[in-house]
């Protein structure tokens, strides 16, 4: 019998708790769960190459022992402060036999973009899967007034720029039958006020997901997006004042472990998705979206 989905996880209330870093997974209490004792592949990702954002912690991390045990080699991104969970990232996708690359890389830098494509390309060949999946946000209670013009800059250029970017240097390397996905959120379409800037971004990924998908379908290259919903991840003890009841309104009354994201990227990376493109799949715990 499958277990019920409210009682799966933890529920909140969690212990208040702050962290420095957004990628600092090894303080959070509960500790997040990525899959590591449940997620077994059947092959759906054999030999691809993915390049995958973000993947030393959360979703990204997530995702990257995920495809690795589909058969999957993954080069993922990561900030220099965040080396010892990149390190797990990296002995997780080891241990499932595929290779690991990890790259400290900013984003938010059109340059290190370019190296990135350009090493992942020179290490494999070609790119078969492209997941944006780096973000930041800041949670600012006070309003619009407290948002620093370094704050927006920095939201935006890691949620947007560093994506498109990325697209446009990836896109001549990925192979017909390849895809790119798009890490989007409910804030697209439900945003929080107290994280204006941060769901700006995250509408625009949906836009940008629809119109690229339609740009390259001829090439035989799909773009989709995933839409969590709060999802249990070292970026909302950083930036969240408040996350002893974090994800307690969801309809299934608590938030996603990152094992639960997952799935969704696995589905969409593989050929049976093969139809679906310029799709967001929406994955809010219940939260209903258009």
Not at 26 to 42: F, K, N, V
Not at 140 to 147: N, R
Not at 246 to 274: C, H, I, N, W
Request: hydrophobic share 35%.
């Amino acid at each position: 019998m499958s277990e019920h989905p409210t009682e799966k996880h933890p529920q909140p209330d969690f212990p208040q708790q702050d962290q420095e870093y957004p990628g600092w997974t090894g303080p959070m209490d509960p500790p997040p769960d990525h899959g590591e004792e449940t997620y077994e592949g059947s092959g759906l990702l054999g030999g691809r190459i993915a390049v995958v954002t973000g993947g030393d912690s959360g979703i990204g991390r997530a995702v990257c022992l995920a495809f690795a045990r589909e058969g999957a080699d993954v080069l993922f991104t990561y900030l220099p402060q965040e080396d010892k969970d990149a390190r797990e990232t990296t002995r997780l996708v080891e241990e499932a036999g595929s290779k690991a690359i990890a790259v400290p890389c900013d984003i938010r830098e059109e340059a290190q973009c370019d190296r990135l494509i350009e090493h992942a390309v020179a290490e494999f060949g070609r790119i078969d899967v492209l997941v944006n999946n780096a973000a930041y946000q800041m949670s600012q209670p006070d309003g619009i007034q407290a948002i620093t013009t370094e704050q927006f800059d920095r939201v935006i250029r890691t949620n947007l720029y560093g994506m498109f970017w990325l697209c446009k240097k990836a896109l001549p390397h990925i192979p017909a039958g390849g895809s790119i996905i798009n890490t989007t959120s409910v804030q697209a379409y439900k945003p929080s006020p107290h994280l204006l800037d941060y769901a700006t971004t995250k509408g625009a990924i949906v836009t940008f997901t629809q119109g690229l998908a339609q740009m390259v379908a001829s090439d035989g290259i799909r773009v989709n997006a995933v839409a969590p919903g709060p999802v249990w991840t070292p970026l909302i003890p950083a930036t969240m004042p408040d996350t002893k009841e974090f994800g307690k309104q969801t309809p299934l009354g608590r938030p996603a472990q990152p094992a639960e994201m997952a799935p969704a990227y696995v589905f969409l990376a593989s050929d049976r998705a093969s139809f679906i493109t310029a799709e967001i799949l929406n994955a809010t715990g219940g939260t209903p979206l258009p």
